[in-house]
């Protein structure tokens, strides 16, 4: 396993911060010479004007598409891919350790959970306009612990609990960059290029 390659998991409610934690990571952290990409089931629904086109039916293939993506940002050599997802059951999680540990990846989980917030807030700051409901049923779906009853694993993936995101949410950064480093955010029509 190398010590410079790394699949970060962020999971977290809708509205919780996952995007904004992405691209932090990805775009406001300075590495010398690393390739860093985010990749989410929501870089699908993107369409080749930059518009966010949630298609309810094509969510399964959303996330098929997403796991390709990750497996193939692992294949290009990025030392830091960041998957940035609901995540709200277990086995939701297991393909992206799978893909880590057959690449060599370290893997590093982020909950997020709610933020803090409770379910309007949470509507109120998700970019992609997700009803209250939606919100409440993540919520209910929840499972803490995203690695317990799951396969053995080679290294135990590091969990990270919680976010200080205190900062207002700003709807207009939802797809910007963070930082003063540009970095690949990859959807079906850009394929992480720039």
């Given at each position: ?13 809708s509205g919780s911060g996952k995007t904004t934690l ?173």
């Amino acid at each position: 396993m190398s010590d410079n390659k790394y699949i970060v998991i962020i999971r977290g409610l809708s509205g919780s911060g996952k995007t904004t934690l992405a691209q932090l990571i990805c775009g406001a952290l300075e590495f010398d010479d690393e390739k860093r990409v985010a990749v989410s089931a929501d870089d699908f629904f993107i369409d080749d004007k930059g518009n966010y086109v949630f298609e309810y039916e094509k969510l399964s293939e959303a996330h098929d598409w997403c796991k390709a993506e990750v497996e193939s940002c692992a294949k290009e050599g990025f030392n830091v891919i960041v998957v940035h997802n609901n995540f709200t059951k277990r086995w939701e999680v297991s393909p992206y350790i799978e893909i880590a540990q057959k690449n060599g990846y370290r893997v590093h989980v982020v909950n997020l959970y709610d933020n803090g917030l409770n379910d309007s807030q949470l509507a109120e700051r998700c970019c992609h306009n997700i009803p209250i409901n939606s919100i409440s049923s993540q919520r209910e779906r929840w499972e803490l612990d995203a690695f317990r009853g799951t396969r053995s694993f080679k290294s135990r993936p590091q969990q990270h609990f919680g976010f200080d995101n205190s900062q207002e949410f700003n709807k207009n950064r939802a797809y910007n960059n963070f930082g003063n480093r540009d970095f690949q955010h990859r959807n079906r029509f850009n394929n992480g290029s720039r």
